[in-house]
Nanobody
């Protein structure tokens, strides 16, 4: 049974930082890409960032580039999203996803396992 569990969300003020974590279990994910997506109320799920199987390649959406950083610890089956200089428009539920392939991609339908999400709320 594959489990993907996000943590680290919360309520912060604009300009603050948060670090999200995503722990995967149930199989070895060291050869798989992992990604972060987010969904605000009334909006479609949006790509945030992704990282390839060994951490050597990352993708980031233009809306968070320069503020968010994705990283992974393959020994812990964990991926992180460091979010700096948060803005109110970053408020959303953040989802972690695993792609059963090593290459990092940006479409939600390219990912195979999803977590339940963690809420991030940024007040102005």
């Amino acid at each position: 049974q594959v489990q993907v569990v996000e943590s680290g969300g919360g309520l912060v003020q604009a300009g603050d930082s948060l670090r999200l974590s995503c722990a995967a279990s149930g199989r070895t994910f060291s050869s798989y890409a992992m990604g972060w997506f987010r969904q605000a109320p009334g909006k479609e799920r949006e790509f945030v960032a992704a990282i390839n199987w060994n951490g050597g390649s990352t993708l980031c959406s233009d809306s968070v580039k320069g503020r968010f950083t994705i990283s992974r610890d393959t020994t812990k089956n964990t991926v992180y999203l460091q979010m700096n200089r948060l803005k109110p428009e970053d408020s959303a539920i953040y989802f972690c996803a695993i792609r059963l392939s090593g290459r990092a991609l940006s479409r939600p339908d390219e990912y195979d396992y999803w977590g339940q999400g963690t809420q991030v709320t940024v007040s102005s």
